[in-house]
Nanobody, 118 residues
């Protein structure tokens, strides 16, 4: 059974920082591409950042220079360091695991709420 469990969300003031973590189980973590997506109220889910199994990263233009995605294959975790947060970053953040040879992917976590407000 595949599980992706996000943590680290919360309420933060504009300009603040948060670190999200996603713990994966039930997959061979090191061979999966991992990602973070977010969904704000009334909007579609959108890509935030991805990291391939080889460590290559990709970011949405809106978060470049502020967010950093990383992975720890020894701990089966993927992290998202978010700095200089803005109110428009408010959303539910979801962890994602994908592998082109796994027909059941993508896998999704349950999400963690991030609210940026003064």
């Amino acid at each position: 059974q595949v599980q992706l469990v996000e943590s680290g969300g919360g309420l933060v003031q504009p300009g603040g920082s948060l670190r999200l973590s996603c713990a994966a189980s039930g997959i061979i973590f090191s061979i999966y591409d991992m990602g973070w997506y977010r969904q704000a109220p009334g909007k579609q889910r959108e890509l935030v950042a991805t990291i391939t199994r080889g460590g290559s990263t990709n970011y949405a233009d809106s978060v470049k220079g502020r967010f950093t995605i990383s992975r720890d294959n020894a701990k089966n975790t993927v992290n998202l360091q978010m700095n200089n947060l803005k109110p428009e970053d408010t959303a539910v953040y979801y962890c994602n695991a994908d592998h082109r040879r796994d027909p059941l992917t993508p896998y999704w976590g349950q999400g963690t709420q991030v609210t940026v407000s003064s």
